[in-house]
């Protein structure tokens, strides 16, 4: 996920999240992502390319088969979040030790470090089966930069999700959906 | 939606959704519900039979259509919630004026006073196409009563989603995309 907005330091307040850049936002994508009734996607790596003030850019990953502590409400993820963004995050992955980690990295050289076909969201793109095994990518309520689609036109294959346009959130769960078969 | 757990009255912290009998996830059912990337779904109605203490049975209902105020982020949805309940709902509909009403009422009632053919979730349901105008009706992430299913066995069809179960604020973005068609 590629959001512009998102605040790249831990100096914000857990009862104003969408004041930081629509942290709410981000929370929901990581909810979306990873939870299920009864236990947790173990295979789903989510990375978010966060781009707002004061430190840009800063990439969140959330690896799902080491996820701890954390609870599926806004609040607790942004907690977290919070906490890993206050130390400062430089060059190499760092990590909180419970499935969090943040690196200075933007979206083109995150795509360098990922393997797998590239697939992103966009809703002039094809209506198309989706499979496992690829990277998929998308924007925040803003979308993207443009120079975010010179990149991806390049790299990967435009597909979308029909006529509707869903919140972040709801692209993350439709996809799970369509995945899980 | 029916959940056993939520919270009757207007005193808890916005600060602690997850403690009051699951508030968070109550929100991001209403969430999925009506938000789109750039609208609201005008055309739903959501109930929320809640039968936490200290007042049950209560029921919610946001009217798309009406709606105002209010942001998609979790506590923002909560603080409407934590206002209605605080004016101590009686046995007619009482509304803050921006789309939310309260009522003191359980599933029995509520489902004799809905129009609409019922379609209830259920992971031994069948997996079907999904119509409009169905009145859907879900558990929580602790599912329905013994009662509830005597209910809803005698008043209408189970159905589900498939082998996967969701969360109930990811069920209801399917439910919403596959209606979207």
């Not at 850049?21 to 390319?49: E, H, K, P, Q």
């Amino acid at each position: 996920m590629v959001t512009n907005l998102a605040q790249t330091d831990g100096d914000f307040s857990l009862n104003g999240l969408p004041n930081a850049g629509r942290m709410d936002v981000i929370c929901r994508c990581v909810n979306s992502a990873f939870w299920l009734s009864d236990n947790l996607r173990n295979d789903t790596v989510f990375y978010i390319v966060m781009r707002g003030a004061p430190n840009p850019p800063i990439t969140l990953k959330f690896v799902g088969e080491e996820l701890k502590r954390m609870s599926p409400d806004e609040r607790n993820i942004a907690s977290h979040i919070k906490n890993l963004l206050s130390t400062k995050p430089g060059k190499i992955w760092q990590t909180d030790g419970m499935g969090l980690y943040a690196k200075k990295i933007d979206l083109d050289g995150l795509l360098g470090e990922i393997k797998g076909e590239i697939i992103y969201l966009d809703k002039n793109g094809k209506i198309e089966e989706l499979k496992e095994d690829f990277v998929y990518v998308m924007g925040d309520n803003k979308g993207y930069s443009e120079k975010d689609i010179e990149l991806l036109s390049k790299k990967g294959k435009k597909v979308s999700l029909g006529k509707t346009e869903y919140l972040s959130s709801q692209c993350i769960t439709i996809i799970n959906y369509k995945l899980d078969g």
